[in-house]
């Protein structure tokens, strides 16, 4: 307990110092600072704050990296957002998807709420769910499922966007952080060039081998790049 | 005799490509003497033919070649809508013939474009001697003195004196008594004027014009109208256009020159007088000359705030475009925006006319009847050297919601001039930790809200059996009340009431035995409750004792004779067989 206090205050002071080199325009340094606060503690702001620096570095991809996951801990939070979306506007490859906009709302909705949020929410749900629902059997007053009702709903979207956010992390999501990677059919140089993908392209990794990865871009093209191009989101 | 073939008739001269281009030869004469030359013209005409090159002329045996020279002319024409720009080019090649006879120029040949273009062949009659010359309009030489004699450039004026804003036209005539062409026009200045052209020559038109007691040929080059803005002598400067006089030779070989002649206007000065300081109202709009004002109002009804707009028109001879906005007077509960201004101006004669428009929006801020007053315009009237004042009719418009309304918001002129990542968070006192994911930990409280339910489930059945099965409602409160009597009984036995205590004890484990059972102890022999709990399968040993302590606890309540037992050692025998059964 005392050990994962002084990690917080260890974070929060490192936090603060590397604000201070940001604002000295020596992103180089902060970056160094930031990965060393998230070694103890895992914070979007502190995501964030590193997102903006490697942006600031020209780095779109690590940006990208931090920014989704600072965008998974705090997905309400407009900045984040902002960011996440200026810097995948300023990347290289300009990725179409098709947007329904029924899928956008939907998914805009059922990501107003993080992961860790659906989780203990629905649990404690749950648990307040069983005690009306043992009310109910004990006292058969009809009133009881009329509150049970609501929760239930409430229940069932968090259980939803558990199951989306999961989905996410399931799926692998990586980012390419070299400036040109070439995907190629197999896992090897000789093997025939597929597409060239820059940095801060967003894809899913499928399996690696031979110092290869198979990456699925949105889309489903896809193909194996070096490892070292891309590194994976969580 | 004179041959036509290949004659300089140009209904002769057949053009080849006639769509886009005319190459066409010509000769000045078609007979010449020996000692003359012969000027041969060969022209291309068409549009866009600037970068035309020169074209090959035949092996002419017969002649030799002198100068050649060329000549360009452009024409602009407007046929039927249509803008076509003719350039006619013009090579000029001077020829002396070797011998007499008739003589043919062959077919000239012009490269253009991939095309190739022809001339028809041209004869041409040469003889001994001179062949008779053209008649020449004989003209003397002229000098620069004496051209500016004939040919004047006058400007004139229609009054020199006027007020400040009065309205001057200034005329620029040539005037002239030998022909000539005009170019390099410089134009005056017209400082301290506000200036409205009224006429600008677009072409020569002659007019016969009288000029210190000589007859000239006079035409008008520019006609404005100047409206002073500032009082004092201001200068009308000259005017400047360059005139080409065509001299003719004077002799044959003299092939004529042009004499170029800087002609300028005389300088003229104005006197402008200032306007009067005196009895200037306050409404003096700058309008200077003859004016009439009205106002109007487009609807007499505002619902919602919704502006009414008040036209408010000066109209009349003078400086129309020189009016100010005039000063709106304020009125309560309405706000006036500025005006939407409209102009109109045109030449009667030699007078400006027109009107100037002013369109208020009025935005009423209260509802109810807006009275708009006269508003006063004055004017001065240089004719009558005074100021008059003018006034509009009273208008009336009746608003109605106002309140409804949002309040108007200018347009915002704001524009975004680029974008940025959003800034970092700042600096925290404290930073909390967050999990990507929670604990499994949270699954036991699935469990744990199974087990409520299933809980539940529980205590709702026990209560309901308690309801509707005797039996089970007897045995579930049996123990409580056995372990009371039982209790009463220890009671008893501290207090050394032996009677009280095998009372109790008996009662108890009677009553233990009909709860647990479901049958009414009391009226039944000990003999058949041991047959009753023989059929229930109780273990025989455990019957005997029952009936054993039973007996012993009556034998000793009524007989007193506490002799032979242990009560001690009934109670604890007692509390076994409750147990055990």
Known sequence: ?234 | MLRKIGSVLPALMIPIFAASLNFTASVNRSEIGINEALILTLTVQGENIGNVPAPQIPDLPDFTTGGRSSSQSTNIQLINGKLTQQQSISFIYTLYPKTTGTKTIGACKLSFKGETYQTQPIEINVVKGSAPPAPAPRIDQTSKEEIKDELKLIATVDRTSVYVGEQINVEFSIYTRIDASYGNLEKPSFNGFWVEPIFDAQQIKYETAAHEGKQYSKFLLKKTALFPIQDGQLPITPMKITASVALRPTSFFDFGRTENVTLSSNLIRINVRPLPEDGQPGEFCGGVGKFTASAKLDQTTSNAAEPVNLRLRISGAGNVKMIQKPDMPTIPGVRILDPEVKEQTQFTGNQIQGYKEFLFPIVPQVDGEHVIPAIRIAYFDPANGRYVMLATERLKFVATQTAIASPIVASSTMKKIGSDINHIKPDRVRLSGRKFTADWIISGAYILAVLTVAAAFIYRRHADRLFTDRAYARKVRSSRITRKRIREAEQALKKDNLGEFYSALARGLEGYIGDRFNLDTGALTKEQIADFLEARGIRSDLITDLIRIIGHCEQSRFSRDTQGADPHRIMQQAEQLIREI
């Open chain 1, 1 to 234: 307990m005392i050990l994962l206090l002084l990690g917080l205050a260890n974070s929060t002071e490192l936090y603060n110092q590397a604000n201070a080199e940001y604002h000295a325009g020596d992103y180089y340094r902060a970056i160094d600072r930031y990965e060393e606060a998230l070694q103890d503690l895992k914070n979007a702001h502190i995501y964030y704050n590193l997102g903006n620096a490697y942006f600031k570095t020209g780095q779109s991809g690590m940006a990208i990296r931090n920014y989704r996951r600072a965008y998974f801990l705090a997905p309400r939070d407009p900045d984040i957002k902002h960011n996440l979306l200026y810097a995948r506007a300023f990347r290289v490859d300009k990725i179409h998807i098709s947007a329904n906009p029924i899928t956008n709302a939907v998914s805009l909705i059922v990501h107003s709420i993080s992961l860790y949020e659906a989780q203990l929410l629905s649990t404690a749900l749950i648990i307040i769910i069983s005690l009306f629902v043992a009310g109910y059997i004990v006292f058969r007053r009809r009133a009881f499922m009329y509150v049970v009702a609501p929760l239930v709903l409430v229940t069932l979207f968090c259980f939803l966007s558990w199951g989306v956010w999961a989905t996410e992390i399931r799926n692998r999501p990586v980012v390419v952080i070299a400036l040109e990677a070439t995907a190629l059919s197999g896992p090897g140089e000789d093997y025939r060039e597929i597409i060239k993908v820059h940095d801060g392209v967003e894809a899913n990794l499928k399996e690696a081998r031979n110092g290869y990865c198979l990456i699925q871009l949105p889309g489903g093209i896809g193909g194996w790049v070096k490892k070292d191009a891309i590194v994976e989101i969580f």
